[in-house]
T-cell receptor
Framework: AQSVTQLDSQVPVFEEAPVELRCNYSSSVSVYLFWYVQYPNQGLQLLLKYLSGSTLVKGINGFEAEFNKSQTSFHLRKPSVHISDTAEYFCAVSTMNRDDKIIFGKGTRLHILP | DAGVTQSPTHLIKTRGQQVTLRCSPKSGHDTVSWYQQALGQGPQFIFQYYEEEERQRGNFPDRFSGHQFPNYSSELNVNALLLGDSALYLC????????????FGSGTRLTVV
């Protein structure tokens, strides 16, 4: 079975500073990887996804993530955060089998300091 | 192009009651998955519907049941509500059971008192 571990429950960072949200996964088969963002009182929005190919994935709102198979990681980065990035971020995994479900981590709350 | 629509947005029920939540998938999508998100937690998979059949199920009791209609819309039913069922219920749609393109609705906030 697959699992996702988000190493930080909360990350405080000053506005315009860089940020990295960490994610590790566990799976015995090849996987798809995702980052979703959830703004207060809203559903989930897909930031980016890794399906295959280049290990550096670029997403919306200036975010990017790098797939590292040897370290089973998929960390999310942004070079300069804004107050509008305040949200909950979820890393997620799915196998490549049709019918499989997406499994989510517990989330990391990004807190932007003025 | 409408995304995923969920109704109602908020709901308050009493312990022991039954509730029905509704989801209309994004246009062109035929698969619906339901998730439960407790406060401060990540979404937990409940079940997935495709071709009007439950295809997968997570670790939820039989009190949780669902249905998919010919127009691909779906319902989530919860019987004998417990306080612990209080959560945000999210519906996600995709095409042909693919996990590569989930679109989520804004959710239904269920409070059980």
């Amino acid at each position: 079975a697959q699992s996702v571990t988000q190493l930080d429950s909360q990350v405080p960072v000053f506005e315009e500073a860089p940020v990295e949200l960490r994610c590790n996964y566990s799976s015995s088969v090849s996987v798809y990887l995702f980052w979703y963002v959830q703004y207060p009182n809203q559903g989930l929005q897909l930031l980016l996804k890794y399906l295959s190919g280049s290990t550096l994935v670029k997403g919306i709102n200036g975010f990017e993530a790098e797939f590292n198979k040897s370290q089973t990681s998929f960390h999310l980065r942004k070079p300069s955060v804004h107050i509008s990035d305040t949200a909950e971020y979820f890393c997620a995994v799915s196998t490549m089998n049709r019918d499989d479900k997406i499994i989510f981590g517990k989330g990391t709350r990004l807190h932007i300091l003025p | 192009d409408a995304g995923v629509t969920q109704s109602p947005t908020h709901l308050i029920k009493t312990r022991g009651q039954q509730v029905t939540l509704r989801c209309s998938p994004k246009s062109g999508h035929d698969t619906v998955s339901w998730y439960q998100q407790a406060l401060g937690q990540g979404p937990q998979f409940i079940f997935q519907y495709y071709e009007e059949e439950e295809r997968q199920r997570g670790n939820f009791p039989d009190r949780f049941s669902g249905h998919q209609f010919p127009n691909y819309s779906s319902e989530l039913n919860v019987n004998a509500l417990l306080l612990g069922d209080s959560a945000l219920y999210l519906c996600a749609s995709s095409w042909d059971r693919s996990a590569t393109g989930y679109t989520f609705g804004s959710g239904t906030r269920l409070t059980v008192v």
